[in-house]
């Protein structure tokens, strides 16, 4: 069923970034920061997760997260590949994730990644990431929020896993806050080493 919805869903969300980016690309002030594109992701978020019965139950300083207006650093635990999705469900505002490059070959999710400029990190060149640096920053300045899972990478067991100082020297460097999200239960659902949601 998750790899029907899949199929169903992606390609009206590629046509609805390609029309957004045809837009963007002809009028120069429709989209400068690329929120409306990002916003077909959060719309697929939102339809993918309701559909495969997965939609996430939100507590905690919901308006505050909605509302929220200007730069920050959210963070958030990493264990399943929903992460993502669900992420897009919780944070209304435009922001931009911090994510590894190899994602951009990925259908729909890499043309979203590359189409809404996020940042995209090559974690073994040293190059990349002082460009992932000058990029983050540049997000920030300019009053756009960053979206980071700071363990690096998916926990294969759910746990908790240690912090890349690098994430958060971004926040020090620009002087914004760093806004913790908790994610609860997604790796129960859809652990990482998993195809489609189990649960």
Known sequence: ???????????????????????????????PNRAVYDYTGKVWSRVFLSLISSYPEITGDVKGLKERDGACLYVANHASWLDIPVICTVLDPVFKFISKAELSGVPCI?????????ILIERDDRRSQLRTFKEGVKWL???????????????????????????FSLAVKVGVP??????????????????????
């Open 1 to 31: 069923w998750c790899a029907i919805v899949s199929i169903l869903t992606g390609p009206p969300w590629a046509l609805a970034m390609a029309i957004v980016n045809a837009l963007a690309d002809k009028y120069e002030d429709f989209d």
């Open 110 to 118: 890499g043309q979203q990644l590359t189409g809404g400029h996020h």
């Open 141 to 167: 300045k300019s009053g756009v929020p960053l979206m980071a899972f700071p363990e690096g990478k998916r926990s294969q067991d759910g746990k908790l896993m240690d912090f890349k100082g690098g994430m």
């Open 178 to 199: 760093v806004v913790p999200i908790t994610l609860s239960n997604t790796h129960a659902v859809m652990p990482s080493n998993a195809l489609f949601p189990v649960q």
